[in-house]
């Protein structure tokens, strides 16, 4: 008998304003998760109710950007959005968190986030796995170093009690973790996007990030250091293909 390779349902958790920027994100998302529409569940903590029972019927949680929201902030929605990523730490399902979901994971689980725009980081920077990382079975196939394209001037300061740095730079460490033993990751970096889905993101969110950016040549220079980067283009699918599907 011919086995069937399991077509598995993510669920993603949102926070943005902005309908296109809503849209591209998913759009981003099953690219690289090398998924089909009907494959993805997606709310908006901005717009719909959130609840444990979100994560019934799925295999995997991701969690994306978040534009101009904050994971320092504490919103209505937020008690909600953190005891989420709790439960799916509780119940083991596989879970990815990219910049702000990066960031809510890590506060979800105890560790601490703080707005620095003094080490902000906008366009494309270079990433190097620590030793945890080169070994690690999500990142081993990775090269040492890597580029990958930012978007953020919050960042995770303290990491989680039982989770381990996978990546950092010279600007900071936790560019990436892992809760320890655990299928719970998170990237500073944006996986998702390629420097083009980069490009119209930092567009839509220019006036945003300029109040925490010295001048507007600063911007444009973030922009324009925008690179394809062909070296996390697959994370998403490799992290669906170890912890959900197998194959």
């Known amino acids: 008998m011919t086995s069937v390779a399991k077509r598995p349902i993510v669920f993603l958790l949102q926070a943005r304003g902005e309908p296109e920027m809503e849209v591209q994100e998913q759009g981003c998302f099953l690219e690289r998760c090398h998924l089909d529409p009907e494959q993805m569940v997606s709310r908006n903590v901005l ?32 008690a909600d959005a953190l005891d989420l990523i709790q439960c799916a730490a509780e119940i083991r399902m596989p879970t990815f968190g990219s910049c702000w979901g990066h960031q809510m994971i890590a506060r979800a689980l105890g560790g601490k986030v703080e707005h620095d725009p003094q080490r902000a980081e906008m366009g494309c920077h270079g990433i190097r796995l620590t030793d945890a990382g080169q070994i690690d079975e999500l990142f081993q196939g990775f090269p040492t170093s890597f580029l990958a394209n ?29 809760m320890e033993g655990l299928p719970i990751y998170g ?15 930092l567009y839509a969110y220019r006036e945003h990030y300029l109040a925490d950016l010295p001048s507007e040549d600063a911007f444009q220079a973030a922009v324009d250091s925008l690179r394809e980067t062909t070296e996390v283009d697959h994370l998403l699918a490799d992290f669906l293909k170890i912890f959900v599907t197998g194959n």
């Open 47 to 78: 717009r719909d109710r959130i609840g444990r029972e979100l994560l019934e019927g799925v295999d995997a949680f991701m969690i994306g950007g978040a534009g101009a929201q904050s994971a320092t902030q504490t919103h209505d929605w937020t």
């Open 150 to 178: 930012m978007g953020h001037h919050d960042r995770v300061t303290q990491l989680p009690p039982g989770a381990v740095e996978m990546a950092m730079n010279d600007s900071q460490p936790n560019q990436a973790f892992r």
């Open 187 to 201: 990237t500073q970096f944006h996986s998702e996007l390629d420097a083009r889905r980069e490009r119209d993101r």
